[in-house]
């Protein structure tokens, strides 16, 4: 599949601070290599969302991004986790279900041995296999309404530092957890009362992965809290945390004018969809289920769990992602 490249200036207007990083588990002279991997974005307003982190995680240490969007065929068929220290995985697949695909990406981080960050709807991509959360160490298949939400620190770990013991995201999604195999390093609490890990460390073969299921909305990838948890993840996975919380010397934030973004590709014709798009989405959306919403909420004999389970029923006419992104994209 072709792919184009673009130079930061796609993201000139959203990112002015660079930094660069180490390789894992070594003294680095150059800054890290990081991969952000990441979809047009339906749901979360990846074109906004990318370069922000991107720049927040530089205000911690020295690193420098490339970005591939969308570049399944690539995931799919080559080890792209080569020469990069770390990849950042920041996507929204859940109605996909490619065994290989997802082989072939748990591949970089099990056998390749590249250190791992997952991000947010990571956890609910290919949610309908078994195959992708043996990697992350979290398996979710549904979230709780956005809102504001507050984090409980459940470990002392390095990894928290910075991070307030009382920290409340603004506007996030709460994931409700169906199976965890990992070290908890934050929580919040479902409507239930239950403790739900929001944030965690994890061992895919013996490579090092750092996951949370934070990060929905604009508004949390802009908190300085969540850029320092994210910095602080890659700096542990690639070994280079400190027990201060504090990466070595030769890995301090570095200014660069230049950005922090040195390249994104993507498919031809591919790119973010951005606010209009997913304007865009949201109204086709609406109009696929709207009518069937309505029936379920004036239903003379539907109340309460009984509506709830005919909106969930009404969901089955959404149109798929990859349709709407399609239809959404811009220039369609």
């Not at 947010?120 to 979230?143: E, I, K, V, Y």
Request: with cysteine; charged share 15%; net charge negative.
């Amino acid at each position: 599949m072709p792919r184009f490249s673009l130079l930061v200036s796609l993201f000139a207007g959203l990112v002015s601070t660079a930094l660069p990083l180490t390789p894992a588990f070594a003294q680095a002279t150059e800054p890290l290599r990081g991969l952000i991997l990441t979809s047009p974005g339906v749901y979360h307003n990846y074109a906004l969302q990318t370069p922000t982190l991107a720049a927040g995680i530089a205000e911690h240490l020295n690193i420098q991004f490339d970005v591939s969007l969308a570049e399944v065929a690539r995931w799919k068929n080559t080890d792209y986790g080569e020469g990069y220290d770390v990849l950042i995985y920041n996507l929204c697949m859940a109605d996909e279900t490619d065994a290989r695909l997802i082989a072939n990406m748990r591949r970089q981080t099990e056998v390749l041995g590249t250190p791992t960050v997952v991000l947010h709807c990571s956890m609910h991509s290919f949610r309908n296999t078994d195959l992708w959360w043996p990697m992350t160490g979290l398996q979710s298949r549904a979230h709780e309404p956005e809102t504001a939400l507050p984090q409980e620190h459940a470990s002392n770990h390095p990894v928290l530092t910075g991070i307030p013991a009382q920290w409340t995201l603004g506007e996030d999604e709460l994931y409700l957890n169906l199976a965890f195999a990992s070290q908890p390093l934050l929580v919040s609490r479902a409507l239930d009362g239950s403790a739900e890990v929001t944030a965690w460390l994890h061992t895919a073969g013996t490579t090092r992965v750092f996951g949370t299921t934070l990060g929905h909305s604009d508004t949390s990838v802009a908190d300085t809290s969540y850029q320092r948890l994210i910095a602080n993840g890659i700096l542990h996975v690639t070994g280079n945390l400190g027990a201060d919380g504090l990466p070595p010397e030769n890995l301090s934030p570095v200014r660069h004018t230049d950005g922090v973004i040195d390249q994104l590709s993507a498919p031809e014709g591919v790119t973010f969809l951005g606010a209009e798009g997913q304007r865009c989405a949201f109204r086709r959306m609406a109009l696929a289920v709207g009518p069937c919403y309505v029936g379920c909420t004036l239903h003379p004999l539907k109340w309460n769990a009984a509506a709830d389970a005919c909106r969930r029923d009404c969901e089955t006419a959404l149109p798929a992602t990859a349709d709407l992104v399609t239809a959404c994209m811009p220039g369609n």
